[in-house]
């Protein structure tokens, strides 16, 4: 079994809180309450059971499950006998049949003089099919659980309606913090597995840091030996993750699934969207499009510059399910008659082009961690520049606000390939584009997997050096 890895930040913000818990312990309103949200199997659950080890106090941990009201307070029975609550056995004697009445009941149980952690996973599934069930939830927090020393921790994988919960006019409105569990990270990649830099870097857009999915990867295997292993077991999480999470989010039926299918193939702009999409009408694909972004499966970019401009595209935001889609998803079948071969072969022959682009959003993201560096300064907004036919494409741009910047900080270009540095040619392409955006010298940025074979460049980033943006955390 692997030892718990990453998610620094997160348990300190959880035990800072609980210890804001403790110290209030005899005041009015001691309790606190925070909202966890995240793609599901992200780990958010680990996370809170790997705090509730390190905190020791008494707590309830309950998983909604989707039934209904009264299949739900059977669960939540179940969940308070296996508590560590003192006086939980009153829960059972009590047996609420009503959802108010089982958080008074839940309030009188909580200690007094000491803290204890209350745990309501997946929440959008009670806020689904209990009805007023936030109301409910925000009363009983008003007159009764924020006066016991309590930190009340709702987690959710509904990312759009875990944000909602806390938003104006919503019954719970500012009753709580928010914390967004995102995947692990490069660096917490390398660490659990056991890779260099560069590797790790491949193993967040292949896992995308779902711990599930990396619990199956040995350490100090390649990619390719996990890759290989993966396909020959037709249940890996690998291959089922992905189709459980969109069948838990988007029905059968629903068009949004059709459309991400097509984005996730390689399409990126509108038209050619809905056509590799069957043809759909303008309407309807707007509507998918719209479910999908609002879902946060699928983010919207403008080109990054001094003008405005119309050229939106689209990407699939977890680079996990963006790889499925491209290589897993069309070939299941032969997966699942044993030729995983085939699938492994075709992922060798289109590896290196697919991750050119596919990298691109977690190089952005380690630099807005980085920066300032050297002579570059901080970064409000770090982005990409193209033209409807892209004769002009650049990789990097960073400004002062996005998408129509009143300053242009810097100008990148990122090239990742085994053993081929960033060269005078690569600098040269990188001017010319330039000059195409802009008629200033703006410096310039080359961000190489292989290393850099020229000069003129104002800054330089490797593997090692981006992964250190996150092993700060």
């Not at 009015?28 to 996370?47: D, E, F, H, I, N």
Request: charged share 25%.
């Amino acid at each position: 079994m692997h030892r718990f890895i990453g998610r620094k930040r997160e348990l300190r913000t959880l035990r800072t809180t609980l210890r804001e818990v403790h110290e209030a312990v005899g005041s009015a309103r001691p309790g606190q309450c925070v909202l966890m949200r995240g793609r599901r199997r992200v780990g958010k659950s680990t996370l809170v059971e790997e705090f509730l080890r390190q905190a020791a106090v008494p707590h309830l941990f309950f998983t909604a499950g989707g039934g209904s009201a009264e299949d739900e307070l059977a669960e939540l029975l179940d969940a308070m006998n296996q508590s560590t609550l003192p006086d939980h056995s009153l829960f059972a004697e009590e047996a609420p049949s009503q959802w108010n009445a089982a958080f008074r009941l839940l309030a009188e149980i909580l200690p007094d003089d000491a803290p204890s952690v209350v745990v309501i996973d997946e929440v959008p599934y009670l806020i689904e099919r209990i009805e007023a069930f936030e109301g409910m939830l925000q009363r009983a927090w008003d007159r009764l659980l924020c006066r016991k020393p309590v930190l009340l921790l709702l987690v959710g994988s509904d990312l759009s309606m875990m944000q909602a919960l806390n938003s104006y006019e919503r019954p719970f409105h500012q009753r709580g913090r928010e914390m967004v569990v995102g995947p692990l990270n490069p660096a917490d990649l390398g660490e659990m597995l056991d890779l260099a830099p560069a590797d790790a870097f491949d193993a967040a857009l292949i896992t995308g840091g779902l711990p599930l999915i990396c619990r199956e990867w040995r350490p100090g295997a390649s990619m390719w030996e996990f890759l290989g292993a993966a396909l020959e077991n037709p249940i890996s999480a690998l291959l089922v993750s992905a189709e459980r999470s969109l069948a838990a989010e988007f029905p059968p039926q629903a068009m949004g699934r059709e459309v991400l299918r097509a984005i996730g193939a390689g399409e990126r702009t509108f038209t050619n969207i809905a056509r590799a999409a069957g043809g759909l009408a303008h309407s309807t694909l707007s509507r998918a499009a719209d479910l999908l972004v609002d879902k946060r499966v699928v983010a919207t970019e403008l080109p990054l510059s001094l003008r405005p401009s119309k050229e939106r595209r689209y990407r699939v935001a977890d680079p996990y399910l963006r790889f499925w889609l491209a290589f897993l998803d069309p070939h299941m079948p032969e997966i699942e008659r044993m030729r995983g071969d085939l699938t492994l072969a075709r992922i060798r022959g289109g590896w290196t082009s697919w991750r050119g682009r596919a990298v691109e959003p977690l190089i952005r993201g380690a630099l807005a961690r980085i920066l300032p560096a050297g002579d570059l300064p901080a970064a409000p907004a770090i982005g990409g520049y193209w033209t409807r036919s892209n004769d002009v494409e650049i990789d990097l741009v960073g400004a002062d606000r996005q998408p129509v910047a009143k300053r242009l900080l810097f100008l990148g270009s990122i090239k990742w390939l085994e053993s081929s540095p960033f060269d005078a040619h690569d600098l040269a392409s990188l001017h010319k584009h330039r000059a195409a955006l802009t008629d200033e010298s703006i410096p310039l940025v080359g961000v190489s997997r292989s290393g850099v074979d020229c000069s003129g460049l104002q800054a330089t980033f490797g593997p090692a050096e981006l992964l250190g943006a996150w092993r700060a955390e």
